[in-house]
């Protein structure tokens, strides 16, 4: 059964630190995998795409990178913001429609 | 910009009702989703409609049902509510190619009480 286990399951950082979230997978084949960012009591939104060719990826403070090797992921928040107060969720698609998701960090940045 | 809504932010209903959760996109994408999420679970596959009229189920379809009568519009039914489907329940849709984005409503916080 195609699993995704993300860690730790919540983290607590003060305001301008850094850190990272971990996703490691057994989907295969593999398509490509995305990190969703969920606030609270909203869908979630996607923040970065990786496909297997992909080790790293950026947007803005946030930096994905992929080990397809391993089959893991990390999601890295540089200089967090009271806004990056939320849960990030791993999904890795396979080559049918299914996406399977992890059940996410919760993140909460403290002033 | 992608547009995925759900016509309730929080619902209320009794154990036994039916309960309809409906969910429109605007994109004209093919492929729409049901999920519920629940703490430490992460999102589960309910109905998954790659077009209209058409469905299959997901992981976890006991006790729901859905519609596609519309490209846009996708439904979820509960026939007969109970304890155990208070959840929050999130509608997704996307493209029919194979591992492009879902886009989310904003989801539904049904109690069943």
């Known amino acids: 059964k195609n699993q995704v286990e993300q860690s730790p399951q919540s983290l607590i950082i003060l305001e301008g630190k850094n850190c990272t979230l971990q996703c490691n997978y057994t989907v295969s084949p593999f398509s490509n995998l995305r990190w969703y960012k969920q606030d609270t009591g909203r869908g979630p939104v996607s923040l970065t795409i990786?496909?297997?060719?992909?080790n790293t990826k950026s947007n803005g403070r946030y930096t994905a990178t992929l080990d397809a090797d391993t089959k893991q992921s990390s999601l890295h928040i540089t200089a967090s913001q009271l806004s990056d107060s939320a849960s990030y969720i791993c999904?890795?698609?396979?080559?049918?429609?299914?996406?399977?998701f992890g059940a996410g960090t919760t993140v909460t940045v403290r002033a | 910009d992608v547009k995925v809504t759900q016509s309730s932010r929080y619902l209320v209903k009794r154990t036994g009702e039916k309960v309809f959760l409906e969910c429109v996109q605007d994109?004209?994408?093919?492929?729409m989703f049901w999920y519920r999420q629940d703490p430490g679970l992460g999102l589960r596959l309910i109905y998954f409609s790659y077009d209209v009229k058409m469905k299959e189920k997901g992981d976890i379809p006991e006790g729901y049902s859905v519609s596609r009568e519309k490209k846009e519009r996708f439904s979820l039914i509960l026939e007969s509510a109970s304890t155990n489907q208070t959840s929050m329940y999130l509608c997704?849709?996307?493209?029919?190619?194979?591992?492009?984005?879902?886009?989310f409503g904003q989801g539904t916080r049904l109690t069943v009480v």
């Open positions: 994109m004209d994408h093919e492929n």
């Open positions: 997704a849709s996307s493209l029919s190619d194979r591992g492009t984005e879902a886009f």
């Open positions: 999904v890795v698609s396979g080559d049918d429609y299914k996406l399977s």
């Open positions: 990786m496909t297997f060719s992909e």
